[in-house]
């Protein structure tokens, strides 16, 4: 597609209920990366994938978090027996290689709120 | 800790004005990158300066890079209150044979029309 497409855009769970959320990176692009920012806050890293090799989970919080990329395109990130801690703005970023010399494009991010 | 500061926190300027932010990083880079962030969501890439450049423009855009005291700056040069946004500097640290992109906590810029 034309740009990265998260989805949904919001998403209301009850606390402990599992979570997915979606990301669609442009085609073509090898790079994709998860974050998370808390209001106020600046882009916490959680992970990265890039084209087979196995991820950078470095960023991920906790085992109640977890991802995978399909066909080294969709990705799925899964927050399981959230918390009210899981509440932010979860952005998927994808780039054509690594190094960022092409620069990052972000899709609109998924706001999660835990009650 | 964050690879990437940006300072001020927050600059309220007037419109026409000039915005200055700036950046600082710890570990040695090979670009930097500036984002742009409305009301908490997707970050839109502005510009992107490589370790190699001390200066480059685009538009009402002005970054500078310093490598000696790694740090960079972005002017915004007459300001809009269509500039009212959080900017963000990203620097693609080497991390475990991987290029991870990282983010300061941002300079959240209000232009008074």
């Known amino acids: 597609g034309a740009g990265v497409s998260q989805s949904p855009s919001n998403k209301v769970t009850e606390k402990g209920k599992d979570v997915e959320l979606r990301c669609d990176p442009i085609s073509g692009h090898t790079a994709l990366y998860w974050y998370r920012q808390s209001l106020g806050q600046g882009l916490e890293f959680l992970i990265y994938f890039q084209g087979n090799s196995a991820p950078d989970k470095s960023g991920l919080p906790s085992d109640r978090f977890s991802a995978e990329r399909t066909g080294g395109s969709v990705s799925t990130l899964t927050i399981q027996r959230t918390q009210q801690e899981d509440s932010a703005v979860y952005l998927c970023?994808?780039?054509f290689g690594t190094g960022g010399s092409y620069g990052y494009t972000f899709g609109s991010g998924t706001r999660l709120t835990v009650v | 800790s964050q690879q990437g500061e940006e300072d001020p926190q927050a600059l309220s300027i007037q419109e026409g004005e000039n915005a200055t932010m700036n950046c600082s990083y710890k570990t040695s880079i090979n670009n930097l990158q500036w984002y742009r962030q409305n009301s908490g969501r997707g970050l839109v890439h502005l510009i992107l300066?490589?370790?190699?450049?001390r200066e480059k423009h685009s538009g009402r855009l002005r970054v500078t890079l310093d490598t000696s005291k790694k740090s960079s700056s972005l002017l915004i040069t007459a300001s809009r209150a269509a500039d009212t946004a959080s900017y963000f500097c990203?620097?693609?640290?080497?991390?475990?044979?991987?290029?991870?992109?990282?983010f300061g906590r941002g300079t959240s810029l209000i232009v008074h029309p």
């Open positions: 300066i490589r370790s190699n450049e």
């Open positions: 970023a994808s780039s």
């Open positions: 990203a620097t693609a640290a080497l991390s475990g044979g991987s290029y991870i992109p990282t």
